[in-house]
């Protein structure tokens, strides 16, 4: 049996055509992906994220444990911050990636990837045991406490205040939704409950991720779609979702990240503070920072004329087979096949001639930078 | 509602069949145009090829996914719409005229009884 969230009905009132995604019956679709692509693009478009999992962790040790086992330096968050960062383990492989935030104090708070969330929080669990102050120390699944939406778009912020009006009352304290900046978190008060806003998104434009009860979530998906209906608000599906990220290049886990790939290897080295002191896979992480990695993942656009790149094909270079695609699919934005996938480094550089082959065929592409499609 | 042509012959997976003497024209129904949605890429069997009823001979991509189609029936591939590969919207916007994808010429008439009827097609698909 699937999972639904607070949202199922109002996906089938929308006629969603509806998937199922890593356990959850989650709508791929409502009018046509290229459609709910280029709203986000030009005006606006609301996600339904309600599968996404949720992680406090609080407590006088919350901070040094979480350094030990993200990649990122929590000690950078002040309150109402958040950050990118990664979960390892010992290998330096990705457990999963993930947005951190510092809500106040010692009480922070994970959102973590729907597939993963008894993956990590087994892991967590495992560290959290084997961290010399665990008395100072809460670490608490509240997935099933929070449904959550993305409200995306250049236009987004043009209503955002309509839909949650007033001043935060927790976290970062500001006059009003638009008054965040990128990757600030704030709680509001919406009909007499809390939720957390965050200016936040997986999409590259500008926008906000919102969490809070089924309840409250149910009102702001419908109050955004019909206040955000003068500047054009379409509600999207994973598969705009999916071809929103892949133009900018954010990973997704599952395809450029896995428990055989470190964040080293996807290019996400940014993200990673080997001069915290220890944390979890430091060591190999250091190493490859060091001398280098055997695999590397670039992005590519098709320079034939072709079927769009899908994940599992093979990459060529000097006829040779050198890699798999990880992510690709034809860009709405561009009018053309692109994608990410893995490659030995030689073959990294902005560029490079590769190939990318399609039912048995080979097809000439070129590595381009990251992003693919750059936001204007 | 789905546009279900009532002189044309279709399948459980979505071809429809228009037969002319002993020729048949073959494309995809408005229903399956509207579940892909967005055709971004249309591959077309060569010319020539002789193909099994049920077997795979071309494939339409939409941005998410690709989906095979099947010859509804046997015989030799004659003619192919090339525009459809400049233009695969044509899929999306004309699926019974400009978004046809080939021309088979029949090895096997009788192949065409067990083809599904309009008001057949209409039940397969809860219309």
């Known amino acids: 049996m699937l999972k639904r969230t607070a949202l199922f009905s109002a996906h089938q009132k929308l006629g969603a055509r509806l998937i199922d995604f890593g356990g959850w019956e989650m709508p791929v679709q409502y009018t046509g992906i290229v459609e709910e692509h280029l709203a986000v693009r030009n005006a606006a478009g609301i996600f339904d994220i309600s599968h996404m999992g949720e992680v406090t962790v609080s407590g006088a040790g919350a901070a040094d444990f979480l350094n030990s086992i993200l990649t990122n330096d929590i000690r950078k968050l002040t309150p109402g911050i ?40 087994a892991w967590m669990q495992v560290q959290a045991a084997k961290f010399p102050r665990h008395s100072e120390l809460s670490l608490t699944d509240a997935s099933h406490n929070y449904a959550a939406v993305a409200v995306q778009g250049p236009r987004v912020n043009e209503f955002i205040n309509a839909v949650i009006p007033g001043a935060s009352i927790s976290a970062l304290r500001v006059n009003a939704v638009t008054d965040l900046k990128k990757n600030q978190i704030g709680g509001f008060k919406f009909e007499n409950q809390s939720v957390l806003v965050s200016r936040t998104g997986y999409t590259g434009e500008d926008g906000f991720e919102i969490v809070g009860s089924d309840d ?129 480094p030689e073959f990294a550089k902005r560029d490079t001639k590769i190939e990318i082959e399609i039912r048995g065929k080979c097809f000439a592409a070129i590595v381009v930078q990251k992003p693919i499609y750059k936001v204007h | 509602m789905s546009n279900i042509p009532s002189d044309l012959k279709y399948t459980k997976s979505h071809e429809w069949v228009r037969v002319s003497g002993n020729t048949a024209t073959v494309g995809i129904t408005d229903h399956a145009q509207a579940e892909l949605t967005d055709v971004v890429f249309v591959e077309l069997p060569e010319p020539g090829r002789k193909v099994k009823a049920g077997e795979a001979c071309c494939v339409v991509e939409s941005v998410k996914t690709a989906s095979d189609i099947y010859s509804p029936v046997s015989g030799e591939i004659t003619e192919v719409n090339k525009p459809v590969t400049d233009k695969p919207d044509l899929v999306n916007t004309e699926p019974y005229t400009g978004g046809w994808f080939f021309k088979i010429k029949l090895s096997n008439p009788a192949e065409l009884n067990a083809l599904l009827s309009p008001e057949d097609y209409k039940k397969q698909i809860g219309g």
């Open chain 1, 82 to 121: 958040g950050q990118y960062t990664l979960m390892c383990n010992e290998r330096g492989t990705v457990i999963d990636d993930l947005y951190a935030y510092r809500l106040c104090g010692d009480v922070y708070f994970l959102i973590i990837n729907a597939s993963r969330i008894e993956a990590d929080v």
């Open chain 1, 216 to 344: 409250a979530i149910r009102h702001i998906w419908d109050k955004t779609l019909a206040d955000g209906a003068p500047f054009g608000i379409k509600p999207c599906g994973l598969g705009a979702r999916d071809t929103l990220r892949t133009e900018v290049c954010y990973p997704l886990y599952g395809h450029e990240l896995d428990e055989e790939t470190t964040p080293i290897e996807a290019g996400l080295g940014f993200f990673v503070s080997l001069d915290k002191g220890e944390f979890n896979g430091r060591s190999v992480l250091a190493a490859q920072n060091a001398a280098g990695v055997e695999k590397k993942l670039v992005a590519f656009k098709m320079t034939d004329k072709c079927a769009p790149p899908r994940p599992h094909y093979p990459i060529w270079a000097n006829g040779a087979s050198v890699g798999i695609v990880t992510s690709g699919t034809q860009s709405p934005s561009l009018n053309v096949g692109i994608g990410m996938g893995y490659v030995p």
